[in-house]
């Protein structure tokens, strides 16, 4: 069937440091994909989306590009803040009786230090 | 404003009760949905309205009962609470039932002793 996987987390990272949190999916057809970002305490706020093979989304000096060859789509920053110390979830949508669903990772939590 | 409001934002009650969880967005969009989140976090759909008709409905416990008097509000109503329920509730709004961005409520924590 299909569905998401994200790696296992926390991540922890200090400032100014390189972020790769990976997201590999499995579905029929070519569903959009999406970056969801929750911070503490808060409801999950849409970071980033793409919608066809080899499109790059991207927010807030974070991308992800939409790999139909590997099935992936990994979310990267170059350089993080403590600002960013949130829980990210990678989600596809996928037709359901008509209709779209979104399906979510377990979610990935980051933690960054000063 | 907020976009996409639940209330309450915390609810704690005894097992058997029945209690309701309340969803309003201001977005004018057309589709609505209700998630649960669990203790590690993981999200899954439970339901979604359409113009207010039933849409989705996932393999949910007949005691939950979704309610959308018009297209801005979702209601979730629970019967005969039982400690597995406790969790984040979110609410979320799309355009409409295509491969849109969703946009999430704050989400409402129940917690069931």
């Known amino acids: 069937g299909n569905s998401v996987t994200q790696m296992e987390g926390p991540v922890t990272l200090s400032e100014e440091a390189f972020l790769t949190i990976n997201c590999t999916y499995t579905a029929t057809g070519y569903p959009s994909l999406f970056w969801y970002v929750q911070y503490p305490g808060e409801g999950l706020q849409l970071l980033l989306k793409a919608t066809k093979a080899d499109d790059k989304g991207s927010n807030k000096g974070f991308e992800a590009t939409y790999r139909k060859e590997t099935t992936s789509f990994h979310l990267e920053k170059g350089s993080v803040q403590v600002s960013d110390s949130a829980v990210y979830f990678c989600?596809?949508?996928?037709?359901?009786?008509?209709?779209?669903?979104?399906?979510f990772g377990a979610g990935t939590r980051l933690a960054v230090h000063p | 404003d907020t976009a996409v409001s639940q209330t309450p934002k915390y609810l704690v009650t005894q097992m058997g009760n029945d209690k309701s969880i309340k969803c309003e967005q201001n977005?004018?969009?057309?589709?609505m949905y209700w998630y649960k989140q669990d203790s590690k976090k993981f999200l899954k759909i439970m339901f979604s309205y359409n113009n207010k008709e039933l849409i989705i409905n996932e393999t949910v416990p007949n005691r939950f009962s979704p309610k959308s008097p018009d297209k801005a509000h979702l209601n979730l109503h629970i019967n005969s609470l039982e400690l597995g329920d406790s969790a984040v509730y979110f609410c979320?709004?799309?355009?409409?039932?295509?491969?849109?961005?969703?946009?999430f409520g704050p989400g409402t924590r129940l917690t069931v002793l």
């Open positions: 989600a596809l949508t996928r037709l359901s009786g008509g209709y779209n669903k979104l399906i």
């Open positions: 977005l004018g969009h057309d589709t």
């Open positions: 979320a709004s799309s355009q409409d039932t295509g491969p849109d961005t969703q946009y």
